[in-house]
T-cell receptor, first 114, second 116 residues
């Protein structure tokens, strides 16, 4: 009964490849997020998305794109991977409309670019 | 710009002693403040939040935090630390200017180490 799940847990790939990370939430929330945690453990928002609005952190390269097939999923697609993309990526969800604003996080995907 | 600051990279406490992990914020208007904990190789777990109301907020695992508007602080506390509390703790504030989604702006994190 995992609330927010991500796959894969680990992803090792070569520079220049394209990869996707999947995220699913079964909490019925209306908003989903992607965060990046770097090697120093700094956490930074990348995207937030609900059925009305996509907000992109302006510092995120356009090689990163979120794709939401439905309300319960927000996948992260990355083109032309670079060494600096190596990090842990966390998906989260919350109920924004009439909700508590509390975000619930997935277990993370550790991406290593060689 | 909105931000939170966690002035300590690491806090060391003996088991059974009280612990405090500090957080200060800089927000225009009323802040929505959160504490999360991250155990090694795990995702973030929600501990507690302050939105409005009582300045003392109680959360999971015996943690509490006190919202202090005059000092712009939201320190995390626990009366008696456990070795199992050892983890990375993040303070966060809701981004009030980030649209309707409520993105979180995180502090850099404080590593709590509780020794037996």
């Amino acid at each position: 009964d995992t609330a927010v799940s991500q796959t894969p847990k680990y992803l090792v790939t070569q520079m220049g490849n394209d990869k996707s990370i999947k995220c699913e939430q079964n909490l019925g929330h209306d908003t989903m997020y992607w965060y990046k945690q770097d090697s120093k453990k700094f956490l930074k928002i990348m995207f937030s998305y609900n059925n009305k609005e996509l907000i992109i952190n302006e510092t995120v390269p356009n090689r990163f794109s979120p794709k939401s097939p439905d309300k319960a999923h927000l996948n992260l697609h990355i083109n032309s991977l670079e060494l600096g993309d190596s990090a842990v990526y966390f998906c989260a969800s919350s109920q924004t409309q009439g909700g508590t604003d509390t975000q619930y996080f997935g277990p993370g995907t550790r991406l290593t670019v060689l | 710009a909105q931000s939170v600051a966690q002035p300590e990279d690491q806090v060391n406490v003996a088991e059974g002693n009280p612990l405090t992990v500090k957080c200060t914020y800089s927000v225009s208007g009323n802040p929505y403040l959160f504490w999360y904990v991250q155990y090694p190789n795990r995702g973030l777990q929600f501990l507690l939040k302050y939105i409005t109301g009582d300045n003392l907020v109680k959360g999971s695992y015996g943690f509490e935090a006190e919202f202090n508007k005059s000092q712009t602080s939201f320190h995390l506390k626990k009366p008696s630390a456990l070795v199992s509390d050892s983890a990375l703790y993040f303070c966060a504030v809701r981004d009030l200017y980030g649209g309707s989604q409520g993105n979180l702006i995180f502090g850099k994190g404080t590593k709590l180490s509780v020794k037996p």
